[in-house]
């Protein structure tokens, strides 16, 4: 039973990683907690629906428009919402992004209904089982996409042209204006990144569960912001492990507690860290200098 909670957990763990890398990319480069993120997940999820229900194209082929028409909303939403702003203070920030939040909130439920929507079976699952403990074939594709969008995700931000334009840009903006680089387009392609990553957990949770609704991205945009606070919100790897480890805590916590509180968990572990290690399991203190 164990063993089999875990396989579930690093199923939902690998979606909460997918969405807190959003949080923890506009974090680390504005210092932004963009709470609008958990509704472009939605979104995505929402576009791929529509692609393969009403314009019947393949999921593949509905997979990547989702993506492209994501990464596209992330870019407009930074140049619209939080450009002009972006050196103001962190409450008019906070109300922008509520204010996406719930544009896309509404947008969504007028033009698709406020109904849940079953996603379209795009692939029979198959079940394999190991001693007493079953794998589906979509938690390994949820597992596998996960994976590899945050290895490309790390390679991006560590051995390519845009990943250093991006690091530089999170620890000195100006100096790197200064130095050529159009931050304003590197802070861009940053929120279209986070909005790839949403999109792309948001298609695997509607594979996953076969069911949609316009406020999914409420609920998820909470876990994974705690995901991310978890692991270091600004730290990459670190978010990473704290979306694995959450989902960990979720599985286990309802077989060895109850499976009622199982969305209380997240919200405990938050107080928890908060409590006691405030910069999550890899976060450093920041110190500023006068």
């Known amino acids: 039973m164990i063993v089999q909670?875990?396989?579930?957990?690093?199923?939902?763990?690998?979606?909460?990683?997918?969405?807190?890398?959003?949080?923890?990319?506009?974090y680390g480069i504005l210092g932004l907690i963009n709470?609008?993120?958990?509704?472009?997940?939605?979104?995505?999820?929402?576009?791929?629906?529509?692609?393969?229900?009403?314009l019947k194209l393949n999921i593949v082929v509905s997979f990547f428009i989702s993506l492209a028409v994501s990464g596209m909303l992330g870019a407009f939403i930074e140049f619209t919402a939080f450009?002009?702003?972006?050196?103001?203070?962190?409450?008019?920030?906070?109300?922008s992004a509520i204010g996406v939040s719930i544009i896309l909130q509404n947008t969504?439920?007028?033009?698709?209904?406020?109904d849940t929507k079953p996603f379209p079976e795009v692939m029979k699952a198959a079940a394999y089982e190991f001693s007493n403990v079953t794998v589906s074939s979509t938690q390994i594709l949820i597992m596998a996409v996960a994976l590899t969008f945050m290895a490309l995700l790390y390679f991006l931000i560590y051995k390519t042209r845009i990943g250093i334009a991006m690091r530089s840009t999170a620890q000195d903006p100006?100096?790197?204006?200064?130095?050529?680089?159009?931050?304003?387009?590197?802070?861009?392609?940053?929120?279209?990144?986070?909005?790839?990553?949403?999109?792309?957990?948001?298609?695997?949770?509607?594979?996953?569960?076969n069911s949609l609704v316009f406020n999914m991205g409420s609920s998820m945009g909470l876990k994974a912001f705690v995901a991310a606070v978890l692991g270091g919100i600004g730290?990459?790897?670190?978010?990473?492990?704290?979306?694995?480890?959450?989902?960990?805590?979720?599985?286990l916590g309802a077989i060895l507690i109850s499976a009622k509180y199982k969305d209380?968990?997240?919200f405990v572990i938050l107080i928890l860290v908060l409590l006691f290690k405030p910069t999550g399991l890899f976060g450093k203190k920041e110190i500023d200098k006068v």
Not at 86 to 91: D, E, I, L, T
Not at 108 to 114: A, D, E, F, K, P
Not at 181 to 207: C, E, P, Q, R, Y
């Open 5 to 26: 909670q875990l396989i579930n957990g690093l199923t939902i763990g690998s979606i909460y990683a997918m969405v807190a890398l959003g949080y923890t990319l506009a």
């Open 235 to 251: 730290n990459i790897p670190g978010t990473m492990l704290g979306g694995i480890v959450l989902g960990l805590a979720e599985s």
């Open 174 to 209: 100006a100096m790197t204006s200064l130095m050529g680089i159009d931050v304003n387009k590197v802070i861009s392609i940053t929120f279209s990144i986070g909005a790839v990553l949403g999109a792309a957990a948001g298609i695997l949770v509607g594979i996953y569960y």
């Open 35 to 54: 709470f609008a993120h958990g509704d472009v997940y939605m979104v995505g999820a929402f576009i791929a629906y529509f692609c393969v229900s009403v």
């Open 83 to 95: 450009r002009s702003i972006r050196n103001g203070s962190r409450s008019s920030q906070l109300i």
């Open 264 to 266: 209380a968990f997240a």
């Open 108 to 114: 969504v439920m007028l033009t698709m209904g406020s």
